[in-house]
């Protein structure tokens, strides 16, 4: 899961994620990153970890990373929140089969007309960070049935 901070975005989809692949047995490593490293090895954003929290989901273990090149050796699937994370994740390709493995995760959703973005919430309020948790939370719903198939 790749964001740009790895302070609100990504670790609540990682948080979320952890959570379900737990939940049901699956065996997956689950990880995410930033694509900066304005916040490297600080905790994620306060707003977000209660936004969490108060939906179950902890995230205190959590600590921001910045995305490198060897995350495309250790992940069969890089998941980034919006289109300026995809192209900074993708600069970094090395092959078309790097490439591959990089996805907008809202495109799990699947359906037309829906926002491709996960907006990012932190010059914002608590509403952004509600709307947030409530993509991420029905992505990582598709993502999860499809790892089990
Ligand atoms: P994130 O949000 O990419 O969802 O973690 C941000 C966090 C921090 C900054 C930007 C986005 N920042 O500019 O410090």
Redesign the pocket.
């Known amino acids: 899961m790749v964001?740009?901070?790895?302070?609100?975005?990504?670790p609540l989809a990682d948080g979320l994620l952890r959570h379900k692949v737990q939940r049901d047995g699956i065996k997956a490593t689950v990880d995410s990153a930033?694509t900066a490293n304005?916040?490297v090895g600080g905790p994620p954003d306060e707003r977000m970890t209660e936004t969490a929290m108060s939906n179950g989901i902890d995230l205190s273990s959590l600590r921001a990373r910045q995305f490198e090149v060897s995350d495309y050796d250790h992940f069969d699937l890089i998941y980034v929140?919006d289109k300026s994370n995809y192209q900074n994740v993708t600069r970094l390709a090395r092959d078309e089969n790097d490439i591959q493995k990089v996805k907008l995760i809202l495109d799990e959703l699947g359906h037309p007309n829906t926002i491709q973005e996960v907006p990012?919430p932190?010059y914002g309020g608590q509403a952004g960070f509600n709307h947030v948790f409530d993509l991420l939370d029905r992505a990582t719903d598709v993502i999860i049935e499809k790892l089990k198939t």
């Open positions: 964001c740009l901070g790895n302070i609100c975005r990504s930033g304005y916040h929140m990012d932190y």
